[in-house]
Every structure is written in structure tokens, then in C-alpha cells.
């Protein structure tokens, strides 16, 4: 019988055997962090789909890109999003910049 290998099992195997040795590993936690960071670029609610909420898909991003400063020792001038919470504030508010 065929095992299919876990998500993670998947992401162990390709960032310890890649045919690129290390270097794999630094282009991994690049894509992690690029598409974390385009995924809390925009609402929530353009992230809605039929098989996930927008908004767990947007905290998934937001996480991500928090932890991964964390951990590289950058400094986050505001949370990922955080633009769009204050926007979204904004307008239930009736205030606008507009």
C-alpha cells in the first residue's frame, strides 16, 4: 500500500532532502513570508470561499507573518491587516478619508 505523506511529513521531506541542499529552506520561509504577507494585504472578506472563512484564512496569514518576524527579529510596524481593521473601523463609523 502506498503511503501519502502528511502535510507536514511533505514540508520535513522537501526542506531536508531538496535536491538545492539548504537553499530550498531559505526560498520555503520567503514564500511563507510573501504570500502571508499578500493574504493580510487585503479583507477578510475577499478571502471567503465555500470551503473556508476569509476571516480564518486572513488570521492564518496574519500569524504567520507574525511569527515569522518573530523569529527572524524583524520589526513589525503594525500587525499584517492591521490597515484593513482600521479602515474597516472607519466605515462602520461613518468616518471616511473620502
Known amino acids: 500500500m ?4 502528511s502535510n507536514v511529513e511533505f514540508v520535513v521531506d522537501l526542506m531536508e532532502y531538496s535536491e538545492h541542499g539548504a537553499l530550498i529552506q531559505a526560498f520555503v520561509i520567503h514564500a511563507l513570508k510573501q504570500y502571508a504577507r499578500r493574504v493580510a494585504a487585503v479583507t477578510p472578506e475577499q478571502l471567503d470561499t465555500g470551503l473556508v472563512s476569509g476571516h480564518a484564512w486572513h488570521g492564518c496569514a496574519v500569524e504567520v507573518g507574525r511569527k515569522l518576524a518573530q523569529w527572524l527579529g524583524e520589526e513589525m510596524s503594525e500587525p499584517p491587516g492591521a490597515c484593513h481593521a482600521a479602515a ?3 466605515e462602520s463609523s461613518g468616518d471616511s478619508d473620502s
Do not use: D, G
Open 2 to 5: 502506498n503511503h501519502r505523506q
Open 88 to 90: 474597516n473601523a472607519r
